[in-house]
T-cell receptor
């Protein structure tokens, strides 16, 4: 399966620090997406990176994609307490459904 | 900004009963999905729906599950003969046409089977 798997499973940082989460997958994709999930809530789409892109920015978010290594990273700069959430990568190929990883639980301590 | 809405937010049902989970996707979206998330686990795909028919389904989506888009706005998931292991958060998602369009998720329905 084109399963996305994130690491670390949990990450705890101080407010203002940067947080980096990684994702690996197994098969060919045409895009990879990152989502955030606050406790008990739905998934919020953060950023989509196409397979022919290497890096993408959105505000304090920076995503990289290395298709040769089948991996992606999400960097959140200058973290805030409000960034506390679980972060999931999800892969897609064509019109196939998203395949999610297990997520990284990020705790940002004020 | 338009969003996907799901009702109810929490559904408690006796084992063996039928439940219907409701979703209103974003109006100009053409692809619709149901996912579920058992507590503490990853989000799992159930079914995708396009052009008024199921386009793909997973092993989880067995004969007890069905989907319907009865009126051009609602998208429902029905589970018959519910089991304890059906207890989970169920998320509806929709997206526009185009393979590089992101999916937009609702806040989910927490289904508890007793």
């Amino acid at each position: 399966s084109q399963q996305g798997e994130e690491d670390p499973q949990a990450l705890s940082i101080q407010e203002g620090e940067n947080a980096t989460m990684n994702c690996s997958y197994k098969t060919s994709i045409n895009n990879l997406q990152w989502y955030r999930q606050n406790s008990g809530r739905g998934l919020v789409h953060l950023i989509l990176i196409r397979s022919n892109e290497r890096e993408k920015h959105s505000g304090r978010l920076r995503v990289t994609l290395d298709t040769s290594k089948k991996s992606s990273s999400l960097l959140i700069t200058a973290s805030r307490a409000a960034d506390t959430a679980s972060y999931f990568c999800a892969t897609a190929s064509g019109n196939t459904p998203l395949v999610f990883g297990k997520g990284t639980r990020l705790s940002v301590i004020a | 900004e338009p969003e996907v809405t799901q009702t109810p937010s929490h559904q408690v049902t006796q084992m063996g009963q039928e439940v219907i989970l409701r979703c209103v996707p974003i109006s100009n979206h053409l692809y619709f999905y149901w996912y579920r998330q058992i507590l503490g686990q990853k989000v799992e795909f159930l079914v995708s729906f396009y052009n008024n028919e199921i386009s793909e389904k997973s092993e989880i989506f067995d004969d007890r599950f069905s989907v319907e888009r009865p009126d051009g706005s609602n998208f429902t998931l029905k589970i018959r003969s519910t089991k304890l292991e059906d207890s989970a958060m169920y998320f509806c998602a929709s997206r526009r046409n185009g393979q590089l369009q992101p999916q937009h998720f609702g806040d989910g329905t927490r289904l508890s089977i007793l």
